[in-house]
């Protein structure tokens, strides 16, 4: 192997040195000697011409046979060329060309030649041909030899020139060691070509890579061809020993065993597990699992527990991997049994004394081996080997009373446990205490209310034993029983609490003459909704009419709380809370509680004027039976507002009254008139309540001359509203005179008191004569009177004096006529004549009475009447005289003035025939 690689190297370097461009000993022709090429590629061929002759034709030349054939060249300075296999040479004197390799017979001299018109210039080359080799892909066989198992590679490298060589590499390095054997193979055909085949050959156990690499080398190749074929390899398996124990299965009286696992985990190729055990007993296998790959190989054999307990046993591997047979060995455990105790009451471990009760229950004896048995089966029989009474039995590994413990249970009970042929017994001394005489309890349950809670009592008194109690209460009830330290009375106390539904409470009583415990109940009765009642009335207080709302509500258990809202009529407004609302009072208490009743009560108290119209509404809650606010609805009434009137006007006897009239509904009212200072009338107040109509009149009576033009003011203080004020105008009244409507003549009495008595005639025998009256003046009414001279009063006609008799002469003379309206008064002198018909009126005749005849006059006036005097002189004025008058008629219309001055002054003197 050295050798052929010294060979090849020897040859690259001769072919190095052949293939330098040489001069041909000093000619002009210059060419490449000794070429090598591949099979299918290009290859140039060089030859050049250096020297000074004209070269006419250039061409490469081929020998064959005896035959020269002209390849390519230049002929007449035209290049040509005899196949396209080559390419036109450059030029004359440079006949390189380019020449693709398309057979083993391109192998040959190659002759170049220039000619001149003289000489000819010649030079020849040799052309090696090189061919690739043929690689094809690694091939894999396997192999048992004498019990090993082997992987041959085989590569090969076919139809090459030269031979190629083949070398193995193993993870990057040539394999060195002994056990690879690899094998040459090679062939030469005629044409020169030869192949080359390599075998590497390996037992499978000691070679460890998965991949082995041919490379393949030879001239035409730039770099070394690897190929790579994986192989199989083998991994050595963890081994183990696995044992456990297994219970047979009974029904086939199968005995208990040891399930051996002989486990080899992880190798390739398959491990081959056997059991060696030193004991005389067959183990079985049971079905192997055979690993498949990367899965565990497992044998599993059954080892009876008599026959293999305390041996060895040995799981033994084999696989190829594996230095040789492995084994594994383990100790099989052995048993010992070495007593029996009870479970509970170990009084004497020696001899066991149980102390049972007589109709005891339950009752179960616990037995337990002493030892690392890994199960075992009690029996137990009495001390005399008979058999056990009837109702006790064995139940697993207890003794166990099924029904009642019997006095006849008691003895000396004798208990083995076995397993196999490991035993041990145990004595159990059993005591039967007789039962003592059972009484039952006396039950009751009591519901029960106090002051302020209620609470459920019960009780189960006077058992034999005493009995258990408890309580099952519902759900939701937050109250925690008591339960008194005798257990037979408990208290279940649900203090003050309502409860919106209905609840059982119910009280568990256990005994042991019961057989299922007694239970027994009682009802708390639900809570019921509050009861509630709006009441209200009216009250009068301090000149205010009240509405008194009463809102009485009883519920159980815990008062409600009441609010109190004040809002519009339809109940849609705005409504308000009345805490803090003018005028209003607002009393909650609660005011009584019986039994679980606690009644509210909540007054509010607001004025009606104030709120009138307005809903009032008493809003109930804070209830645990109510889900939300209760309402009642008051409507407060409407009440009118006051309506006030003022008037002036007559009033009894010779007085005037002012009258301030007050009504309204709800308030009352302080009436006031406010009177100029020294008013000397009076004043009387008459007032009525009706319901809530209140009616008030204050009327005050005065002189008319003593406010006459004053201004009267009525008052109204209300309570909280405020005031209000009416004023009266009382009017000047005066009267300028009293006019005689008929005609009159005046008589002038006195020339400077201008005082005129008018003459008036009467018609002889006629009846039903009248004297017309008129008052001058602005008094609305007004009283006419007339008294003859002796002081006897005429009947009168309303305003007019009536003759209604013929008139005579008895009714001549003279007539003092007075008009009045209280302290307003006019007097008119009137002389009454009759005549006849034909009684001619010869002259007027104006006959003055002087001013002591007025005088006169005056004081008769006063005779008639004596109270008016002094009015009657200021009165008594001088009609006549205008510039008196005009003192007298104090009033600013001045034409009005004229007018009366002129009824003065007009003299009608009556003539008579
Ligand atoms: C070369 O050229 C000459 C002159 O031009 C001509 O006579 C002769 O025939 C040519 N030769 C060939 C081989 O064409
Ligand atoms: C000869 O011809 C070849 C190919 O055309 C060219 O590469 C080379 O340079 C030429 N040599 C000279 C000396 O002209
Ligand atoms: C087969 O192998 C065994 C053990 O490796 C060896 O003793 C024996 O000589 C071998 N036989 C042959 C024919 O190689
Ligand atoms: C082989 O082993 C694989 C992995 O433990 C498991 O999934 C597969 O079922 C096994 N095949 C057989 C044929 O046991
Ligand atoms: C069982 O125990 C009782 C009370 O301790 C005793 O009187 C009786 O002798 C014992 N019986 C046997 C057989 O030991
Ligand atoms: C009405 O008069 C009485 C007595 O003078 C007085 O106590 C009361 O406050 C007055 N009322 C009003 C509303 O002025
Ligand atoms: C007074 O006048 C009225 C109306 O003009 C008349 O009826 C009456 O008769 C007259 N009386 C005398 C006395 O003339």
Request: glycine residues 8%; hydrophobic residues 35%.
């Amino acid at each position: 192997m050295g050798c052929s690689r010294l060979l090849v190297l020897g040859l690259l370097l001769n072919l190095a040195h052949c293939s330098e461009i040489v001069g041909n000993g000093g000619s002009e022709v210059e060419i490449q000697s000794n070429l090598i090429a591949v099979l299918g590629e290009e290859v140039r061929l060089r030859c050049l011409y250096h020297g000074n002759a004209s070269i006419t034709g250039s061409v490469w030349k081929r020998l064959k046979n005896t035959r020269v054939h002209r390849l390519a060249g230049f002929v007449n300075g035209t290049a040509f060329r005899r196949v396209a296999r080559y390419s036109y040479p450059a030029s004359p004197t440079n006949l390189t060309m380019q020449m693709r390799v398309s057979g083993l017979d391109a192998e040959g001299e190659y002759i170049c030649t220039f000619e001149s018109q003289d000489e000819e210039f010649t030079q020849s080359m040799f052309l090696e041909v090189h061919v690739r080799p043929q690689t094809t892909e690694l091939l894999v066989t396997e192999e048992m030899d004498n019990g090993t198992h082997y992987q041959s590679v085989q590569c090969s490298a076919n139809d090459s020139k030269p031979q190629a060589q083949i070398d193995w590499l193993i993870n990057n390095r040539p394999p060195v060691e002994d056990y690879f054997s690899i094998e040459r193979s090679g062939s030469f055909q005629r044409n020169g070509m030869s192949s080359a085949g390599s075998i590497l050959r390996f037992p499978t156990h000691l070679q460890n890579e998965s991949s082995v690499t041919c490379v393949v080398h030879h001239p035409t190749l730039p770099s070394p061809i690897s190929t790579t074929a994986s192989v199989a390899t083998f991994v050595a398996p963890r081994v183990s020993v696995q044992v456990e124990m297994r219970q047979g299965q009974e029904e086939e009286e199968e005995e208990d065993y040891w399930r051996v696992s002989c486990v080899a985990s992880g190798g390739r190729p398959e491990t081959h597990i056997s059991l060696v055990t030193a004991a005389a007993a067959a183990a079985a296998e049971e079905e192997p699992r055979k690993g498949n790959g990367t899965d565990a190989g497992i044998s599993v054999y059954r080892l009876p527990v008599q026959a293999y307990e305390g041996r060895n046993v040995s799981c033994v591997f084999t696989q190829p991997k594996l230095p040789g047979p492995q084994s594994r060995t383990i100790q099989l455990p052995s048993f010992n049994l070495s007593g029996v105790q009870l479970l509970a009451n170990p009084i004497n471990e020696m001899q066991p004394l149980v102390e049972l009760e007589e109709g005891q229950r339950n009752v179960s004896i616990g037995l337990e081996a002493i030892g690392n048995v890994p199960r075992y089966a009690v029996f137990c029989q009495k001390e005399d080997a008979s058999p056990l009474p009837s109702g006790v039995a064995v139940v697993g590994s207890a003794l166990t009373f099924q029904a009642h413990v019997d006095l006849l249970h008691a003895g000396l009970y004798v208990c083995e446990a076995s397993y196999y042929r490991h035993r041990a017994t145990v004595q159990i001394n059993i005591t039967v205490r007789p039962l003592p005489v059972l009484v039952p309890p006396l039950i009751s349950v009591d519901l029960r209310y106090g002051p302020s809670d209620r609470e459920v009592e019960c009780s189960a008194v006077g058992a034999v034993p005493a009995a258990t109690l408890s309580w099952s209460l519902p759900e939701g009830l937050a109250v925690v029983p008591s339960v008194s330290s005798h257990s037979v009375t408990g208290v279940l106390s649900l203090g003050a609490a309502c409860y919106p539904r209905a609840l059982t409470v119910g009280c568990v009583i256990r005994h042991p003459l019961f057989p299922t415990p007694e239970y027994r109940s009682v009802t708390i009765p639900l809570c019921a909704p509050p009861n509630i009642s709006l009441s209200s009335r009216d009250e009068w207080r301090g000149g205010e009419e009240y509405t008194v709302a009463q809102c009485r509500v009883v519920s159980v258990a815990t008062a409600a709380t009441i609010t109190w809202r004040l809002g519009n009529g339809d109940g849609s407004g705005h409504i308000v809370g009345i805490d803090d609302l003018e005028g209003v009072d607002v009393r909650t208490e609660v005011e009584e509680r019986v039994s679980m009743e606690v009644t509210s009560v909540s007054t509010v108290l607001l004025p009606s004027s104030l709120y009138s119209g307005q809903t009032l509404s008493c809003e109930v809650g804070g209830h645990p039976s109510l889900q939300r606010q209760e309402q009642r609805h008051l409507l407060i009434p409407s009440l009118e507002a006051p309506v006030l009137n003022v008037s002036v006007g007559p009033g009894e006897s010779d007085l005037w009254q002012a009258v301030c009239d007050y009504q309204a509904e709800g308030v009352k009212a302080n009436l006031t008139w406010v009177l100029p200072a020294g008013s000397k009338g009076q004043v009387s107040l008459r007032s009525q309540n009706d319901g809530r109509t209140v009616r008030a009149q204050l009327t005050y009576r005065f002189p008319l001359a003593s406010h006459e033009g004053d201004a009267l003011t009525c008052l109204v203080e209300y309570q909280r509203i405020g005031s209000e004020k009416r004023t009266v105008h009382i009017p000047k009244y005066y009267i300028t005179s009293l006019r005689v409507l008929n005609h009159t003549t005046p008589m002038k009495l006195h020339h400077s008191d201008g005082r005129c008595i008018l003459r008036l005639s009467l018609q002889k025998n006629l009846p039903d004569q009248r004297i017309l009256f008129e008052v001058e003046g602005n008094v609305p009414t007004h009283n006419i009177t007339c008294q003859r001279s002796n002081g006897s009063f005429v009947q009168m006609e309303g305003d007019a004096l009536g003759f209604q008799s013929e008139a005579k002469g008895r009714d001549e003379g003279l007539y003092i006529c007075l008009a009045s309206f209280y302290h307003h008064k006019a007097i008119v002198l009137l002389q009454v004549e009759v005549r006849s018909q034909d009684y001619q009126l010869a002259a007027l005749v104006i006959i003055c009475v002087s001013s002591i005849s007025a005088m006169a006059l005056l004081l008769a006036v006063a005779l008639w009447k004596q109270e008016s005097l002094a009015a009657m002189t200021a009165l008594v004025q001088p009609p006549c005289a205008p510039e008196s008058s005009k003192a007298l008629v104090r009033r600013p219309d001045s034409q009005q003035y004229a007018h009366v001055v002129g009824y003065c002054i007009v003299s009608d003197v009556k003539s008579t025939v």
